[in-house]
């Protein structure tokens, strides 16, 4: 289905009249969100205004999954297809998904203050989000320590796939070890139920991610599409005035 | 297939002979775990108390970074020389040669830290009599750090990088194996109980890895050659 979007030209043309439409709708939806998480959305009755901290805290969190979901998937289409594109998107997106793990964890840590009374508890999902951050680090390295992009693309692949089987065993066992070692009496952050005036910044915050995400992969495509381009074309400019040096640039 | 159990077994043979030839340091991982607990201790302090608290802890820790750091180079000498191009080429499978590496590591690291454990434990102030237990439950859980430190160092193999970012993509897979390692290893000390649910678990993570990092490691061998 997507094997047309494989031709660089293709992707490039597609991703041209895309990004901008991400754009905007990050945009404007990450305003909608903030102004009305910000400024319209009740304070919380335990928490007061430090629950406005979920409208950047939770959509960061669902992206720093969604974003090593997204290199998992590109990392398995590109290893059964050999989609080339697929390692760059995967690679594209690997620096905003470590940036949104990131984030999560300092809200996290600035919304932990007022609620748990620390900046950092080691709760389960601070803790699970702590190792993903090393996942995402662990990613990087690999594609860092390769000078050849095509053989740097080979290792990632394997790296996002098996780190990606091997996250539910961690959930699994961070929850546990956190059940053995910490009453389980500690105030959730998110109560039972989220009224609707909370839920429609929250969601549009939840988009806004998204589409800045999306924004980022697709530039990142395109920047690596555009300096691959530029690798090809020096290669080929220099032979072109030995092998004919009659022709000038007017005539190419 | 059938020649797949004698090439294991050449593979194995040779390394060992490597291994325990004069320079070949296979008590490195050993020395590393005994320095690595004396560190702990020194750190902790010599109250016996404390130490024994934190004995399931350094026991586990050590370990895990003794295996991983013997691990780091165990394909560096076969890349170089050319030895795994040429199995590559002549084998249908890279998996006996991959079996054999992971066979030498718990042979030649895990199996001395193994037997070396009580003797650690009893410093750090832990019974005898637990102490001895402890070997079962590191048989059960370092066979999954092997495991690790086998797939990231194949990882690791065809990067510049080595150990340190073997290490850190090491760290996700390990983090699992230490929590089970150290809390079935805190009901052994606490209770006595050896068979706790936490030791099964470690047993399963075991089990999970044998099934998981085969493929991927033989595969990203297979990648370091290209």
Known sequence: MFSQFSNPAKFDAL???????????????????????????PAEKYQLDSVRIMY???????????????????SLVAFVWRHSLADLAA?????????????ALFTGAVWGKPTWGAWWVWDARLTSMLILLFIYFGYM???????????????????????????????FSVDWWNSLHQPASILRPDGPSIHVSMLIPLFSMLIAYTALFGWLVLTGVRADIAEQKRIVGQRRAPSRPIASPDVGEGAA | MSAAKPFTQAVLARDIKIAFRSGGGWFYALFFFAVFAALAAIAIGPELSALAAAAPAVLWLAAAFAIQFSAADIFEGDLRDGTLRALSAEQASLFPYWLAKVILLAAVSAAPIALAAPFVLSMLG?????????IILLAIGLPALILVAVLTAALASGLRAGGLLATIIA?????????????ATNILFANGVLW??????????SLFMAALTPGFAIAALQLSLE
Request: aromatic letters at 12%; zero cysteines.
């Open chain 2, 171 to 183: 760290a996700p897979f390990a983090a699992p194996v230490l929590v089970f390692g150290v809390s």
């Open chain 1, 141 to 171: 390295a690999v594609w860092q320590s390769v000078q050849e992009p095509a053989r740097a693309a080979r290792f990632a692949r394997l790296l996002a796939l098996v780190g990606f089987i091997n996250i539910p065993i961690i959930k």
């Open chain 2, 126 to 134: 832990v019974g005898v009599d637990v102490s001895l237990n402890a």
């Open chain 2, 196 to 205: 706790s649910p936490e030791t099964l678990i470690l047993m399963a993570l």
């Open chain 1, 56 to 74: 950047v805290h939770v959509p960061a969190a669902w992206m720093a999954l969604g974003a090593y979901t997204f290199i998992a998937a590109m």
């Open chain 1, 15 to 41: 991703a041209q009249r895309l990004s901008p439409i991400m754009f905007g709708v990050f945009a404007l939806t990450a305003f909608i969100g903030l102004v009305m998480g910000l400024f319209f959305s």
């Open chain 1, 91 to 103: 690679r594209s997106a690997a620096v905003p998904g470590a940036a949104f793990t990131a984030l």
